[in-house]
């Protein structure tokens, strides 16, 4: 929807006004008026937004990049479902997040995406997209934004990976609607569509995982367990799996390798729909 609506708020004011001086058969349409305009503007700069330029963009970018920053970092499982994967890492300074590192494998691409944020709005989307189908199946492509509207967009492909260095970049139209900046943190808390609950254990002597499952949204994680008869939440679950199947869980991890494979080492967990459910796991 185009928002350019210069002198919109004078508008605004001056519907307010006739609606306190209009006729009493007047003032339903006024006020009807009012209220489609506000809706509109809030459409249009819902959104918060910052004062920057895509110059200044590039200057943080590479600020930020810097070796010597030191960040608080997070990363969230590696959630799974049919030809589906999806994790995050999180950066954070000052204890506000400055970057989500994004990796996102489906069937026929993969996106592995890096979003900046400044003063706690998106600022920077720096992308690349492998494809298993295009004819250009390498996509590398840059995103500058105020928090809610694009500044530059741009785009390169090419056949290989290591040759889009060397490509200019193409102004590009892009929808931001396509891009979901709030789906990182829902996955760093296991929240939504990320939410989690027990489901079974699976024993592959000699190893044991935890599995747990979102069936609405089809996404689920394998646990690997090392000290699982020393745990007292395993254990708990360990005493009566069906008593326990579909409870709400989350859990805390660790990505550790293994005889040259990666896994999700379980930590902790506890149940979210207990007073008090971190408990359980002490």
């Known amino acids: 929807m185009p928002c350019a609506m210069p002198g919109a708020f004078f508008y605004i004011f001056d519907i307010m006004e006739n609606v306190s001086q209009a006729p009493t058969r007047n003032r339903y349409f006024l006020t009807l008026i009012f209220g489609i ?3 509109l503007m809030a459409s249009c700069g819902g959104g918060k937004t910052i004062d920057i330029t895509p110059e200044e963009i590039d200057a943080y970018v590479a600020e930020k990049l810097d070796a010597n920053q030191l960040y608080g970092v997070s ?9 589906e994967t999806y994790e ?17 494998a489906m069937e026929q691409e993969q996106v592995n995406r890096q979003v900046f944020y400044k003063h706690g709005v998106p600022i920077f989307v720096d992308e690349l997209v492998s494809s298993n189908v295009a004819d250009l199946p390498f996509t590398q492509r840059r995103i500058y934004m105020d928090g ?19 490509i200019d970049f193409e102004s590009v139209s892009v929808d931001l609607d396509d891009y979901d900046f709030e789906k990182p943190k829902r996955a760093l808390l296991q929240q939504d569509e990320f939410a ?8 592959i002597p000699p190893q044991e995982y935890l599995i747990l499952e979102n ?12 000290d699982g008869d020393d745990h007292p939440f395993l254990m708990q ?7 326990y199947r579909g409870r709400p869980v989350f859990v805390t991890h660790q990505f550790i390798v293994m005889s040259n494979i990666e896994r999700m080492l379980f930590i902790n967990g506890y149940f979210t729909d207990e007073e008090n459910a971190a408990e359980v796991t002490e």
């Open 37 to 39: 305009t506000t809706f």
């Open 75 to 83: 990363q969230s499982l590696r959630y799974s479902k049919e030809n």
């Open 88 to 104: 995050v890492v999180e950066y954070i300074q000052d204890d506000s997040v400055v970057l989500y590192v994004i990796t996102h």
């Open 148 to 166: 809610a509207n694009v500044l530059r967009s741009e785009e390169c492909s090419s056949a290989f990976e290591d040759e889009l260095q060397y």
């Open 196 to 203: 989690l609950f027990f489901e079974e254990f699976i024993i």
């Open 215 to 226: 069936e609405e949204s089809g996404f689920n994680v394998a646990l690997f367990i090392a």
């Open 237 to 243: 679950l360990k005493d009566d799996p069906e008593k």
